[in-house]
């Protein structure tokens, strides 16, 4: 299918940026596309806009929190951040729900796998058996249900451009979503589609141009979206990869790779050291 942006997007001005705290907020048309195949930072010239991937990776994917936060105190400007699978949890709250970073660094020292199982039932069955189960999951943290009231055409952190990543088991192929291109499914959904373990997670069904789909982790067909990235209008690419070590990378001279190290957390999700980064440049 075609790619979900034109090959020359008009161009647009990079918002501007400023060295005190603070968030900005941008507004933008939220749309989705399935195919084959911020915070405070530093002014730099407008043709240069900054994308960081959050790639997949299960619970190790919390260790982008680590890279996430770095960046931020370094003051680098995230313009456009896409994530797939356990990227896409952490991209949707930061850049949509707004949550800072410390605050998701805290959160997921005691996040646990049995939370988000909690709110998946929660979400998908009737209110009666959903508060019939929720005693046996634990309790849902709130940030999970902040999410549900995120949307694409609404992003904070100064992020302009946020996509997401799934899998569509229909089509065989991965399936794109972000803010810019056409679509109309909702974060909530998109989000938890694209982090749905094959096995554990039932698929999320959504209407994509008149046609159903039915979407998984995205991390099974495109675990590093490196060109949806692109074509959102990142210029240059900061990557998180907390994929298994020895896993193949391409390097390129306009993409920083980053392999966040993460210990053994059980069924604990916690955030990485954030000096323990191998910092890689082709």
Known sequence: MRPGLPAKAAPRACPSYHRERGRRTSHARHTATCEAGGGPGLIRPAEVRL???????????AAHLGVLRHLLRDGIPLEVIV???????????????GVDIDDLVADARTFRGRHLLAHSLNVRLSDRFGDALRPLCGVIPNRLMQLEAASFGRLRQGVWRLGIACHDITTGQPCYFATGDDGGVALPDVVRASASIPGLFPAIRVTVGGRQRALIDGGISDPVPLAFARRLGATHLIVSDARWIGTARPFTRDVVWIRPLHGDHGDTVGAAPESDCDRRTG
Do not use: F, Q, T
Not at 51 to 61: E, H, I, N, Q, T
Not at 83 to 97: E, T
């Open 51 to 61: 994308g960081l991937v959050l790639s997949a990776g299960g619970l190790r994917g």
């Open 83 to 97: 994530g797939v699978s356990a990227g896409a949890i952490i991209a949707g709250y930061y850049a949509a729900v």
